[in-house]
Nanobody, 115 residues
């Protein structure tokens, strides 16, 4: 069973920066795509960013230009660098790994942006 462990979520002031990490228990070469989602209380889970084999990336419109997803294959870790944070970025951030029929999620890390 593959395990994903997110870390880095804290309380931060608006305008600040955070870097989230997602450590994977298997080589991330195994996965076609690694993704970050977020879910705020009472809202649906939304895709934030994705990175594919070959390092192709895509982002939700709400975070373009502020967030950057990256991967360190040697460390089996995916990162989400978040800059210029806004109160509306407050959510639980979850990591996901996908490869054909394999689909794994982490437990999430809480990010709170205070105004």
């Amino acid at each position: 069973q593959v395990q994903l462990g997110e870390s880095g979520g804290v309380v931060v002031q608006a305008g600040g920066s955070l870097r989230l990490s997602c450590a994977v228990s298997r080589s991330i070469f195994c996965f076609n795509v690694m993704l970050w989602y977020r879910q705020a209380p009472g809202k649906q889970r939304d895709l934030v960013a994705a990175i594919r084999s070959g390092a192709f990336t895509n982002y939700a419109d709400s975070v373009k230009g502020r967030f950057t997803i990256s991967r360190d294959n040697a460390k089996n870790t995916v990162y989400l660098q978040m800059n210029s944070l806004k109160p509306e970025d407050t959510a639980v951030y979850l990591c996901r790994a996908r490869q054909e029929q394999d689909d794994y999620w982490g437990q999430g890390t809480q990010v709170t942006v205070s105004s």
